[in-house]
């Protein structure tokens, strides 16, 4: 075989990246689009020694567990992988995703994971589910300006200014910047020639409030015709009936870079954030259905935290999904009123918040200088005055802070509980040397990785912790991505007689 040569496959399986995965002469092949279950024509992309890479050109025989994708750019779109592939099927792939990292790389027996593992969370909404979306702006090649996604492994902008994993007002948004800029001839950001202004757009939405941020990323230090913006979005958002305009903002970019937004940002109409609200059900009542959930909060039967949102904060994307992952999260730290708590990666304090109002002291950890100022207005907002907060990366701040008090007889030294959310990259080394010294009773890690979470879990586990429930949840159909909420004990050592 060489590059661009036709060939039969029946796809057998699928890779953690949802790639198909066929077979032909004993040499391996991975298609994208294809599913297990698929006989396909493809065509050769990539040789390797023992592998390749081909393209799905026609489907042959179809799956049982293939469906129509739901988005008319699916294929080109480089945001979902698993849209053709039905939503049970995608819950046993992300379910095996974790099973498989932590007995390959984790390499637990695969007796436990079977007895620890719950059954994995789907999400209550497939579609429509983000409340956050970027949207690149360029041009196409018939010079007309677009919004939309860049397509897999490339910075081609597809267009599409309605995703239908994000909020229905994202269209109404996207198209009066668009018309704004038509109108008064601003142009586009062009990555070749680091000309034009506009990059992204940012778009959040407040579930609890209705309310929208946009932020507006910029090659520049100004905004032209800022009013004229302003009006446009306030008059569209209106004429559609749809939810209310919070924020505006611009961040500046300059930079020949990958990264979005800028370092900063400046609002230029509402307020610096938006308002949202998280809420936690008792452990019993968390897998129960909308009703029965709007019936408890209106009895008063939940804990709720609301948050400010900035437009560098991180907040999880799928609210719904957000509070079942986070209600795992504290069942399994067990507090009881008086534990003293380290929030480690704690953003604006989505975690910490819930932690706080049931444990004695919570200290949280987070690199974002914009999310901490965030957690300590929403501790104030929620009148939780047992929290505190730190700006630096969890490696650098835990093992310092360790040092210094250390054998003063401080809580925060002795912890009863460390809960851990760190990026996919996982854990630092240092920041899980330091946790193990600082022995907790137990460790709670959300993770959003399977793969670095078996390896951190490995290393948990070789120095003195036991694992003890995990909970895979859907945070993101329709892609690959899987989240879960793992539990980890300190071993108690027997005593030698």
């Known amino acids: 075989m060489k590059k661009n040569d036709e060939l039969v496959l029946e796809i057998t399986d699928m890779t953690d990246e949802g790639l198909g995965v066929g077979k032909a002469d004993g040499f391996i092949y991975f298609v994208k689009d294809s599913i297990a279950g698929d006989t396909v024509l493809c065509g050769v992309t990539k040789l390797k020694k023992s592998y390749g890479y081909a393209r799905l050109i026609r489907i042959i025989k179809s799956s049982p567990d293939r469906i129509e994708p739901p988005c008319p750019v699916a294929r080109q779109c480089g945001g979902c992988q698993l849209q053709q592939l039905d939503y049970g099927a995608q819950l046993r792939l992300k379910e095996n995703k974790v099973k498989n990292a932590l007995i390959r790389i984790g390499g637990f027996p695969e007796e436990q994971i079977e007895s620890l593992m719950e059954p994995i969370m789907p999400s209550v909404k497939q579609l429509r589910y983000r409340n956050k979306a970027q949207f690149p702006i360029g041009r196409g090649k018939d010079g007309g300006l677009r919004a939309g996604f860049y397509a897999g492994r490339t910075h081609s902008i597809i267009a599409q200014e309605d995703c239908i994993l994000g909020a229905e007002e994202n269209r109404i948004v996207l198209s009066a910047i668009l018309s704004w800029m038509e109108s008064h001839d601003i142009a586009p950001y062009d990555e070749l020639s680091h000309k034009g202004l506009i990059r992204h757009v940012l778009i959040r939405k407040s579930r609890a409030f209705s309310e929208l941020m946009v932020c507006i990323v910029i090659n520049g230090r100004e905004l032209p015709n800022k009013e004229e913006l302003i009006k446009t979005l306030l008059d569209a958002l209106d004429k559609e009936g749809s939810s209310m305009l919070g924020s505006l903002s611009i961040s500046s970019n300059m930079k020949a870079t990958n990264v979005i937004m800028g370092d900063s940002f400046s609002t230029i109409y509402g307020k610096p954030y938006i308002e949202d609200e998280i809420r936690l059900f008792d452990e019993q009542d968390s897998d129960k259905s909308l009703d029965i959930k709007a019936e408890a909060l209106s009895e008063g039967a939940v804990q709720s935290v609301r948050f400010r949102i900035s437009p560098l904060s991180f907040y999880q994307v799928n609210p719904l999904q957000m509070e079942w992952l986070y209600q795992k999260a504290l069942s399994y730290a067990e507090l009881r009123g ?160």
């Not at 991505?481 to 980890?488: I, Y």
């Open 338 to 497: 008086t534990e003293t708590v380290w929030d480690l990666y704690c953003g604006i304090g989505t975690i910490s918040l819930f932690l706080a109002q049931k444990a004695g002291k919570v200290y949280g950890v987070e690199v974002v200088p914009e999310a901490i100022e965030n957690a300590k207005e929403n501790a104030k907002l929620n009148g939780l005055g047992n929290t505190e907060f730190f700006v630096g990366r969890a490696e650098d701040v835990l093992p310092s802070w360790y040092e210094e008090h250390k054998g003063t007889g401080s809580r925060g030294a002795t912890p009863d509980v460390i809960v851990v959310d760190p990026p996919r990259k996982g854990c630092d080394e240092a920041c899980l040397e330091t946790m193990v010294r600082m022995q907790p009773k137990r460790i709670v890690y959300v993770s959003c990785d399977p793969a670095t979470l078996a390896r951190d879990l490995k290393y948990l586990c070789q120095n003195g912790y036991e694992l003890k429930r995990i909970a895979p949840c859907d945070m993101f159909p329709q892609t690959v991505h899987c989240e879960c909420a793992v539990k980890l004990e300190r071993k108690i050592l027997k005593s030698k007689k």
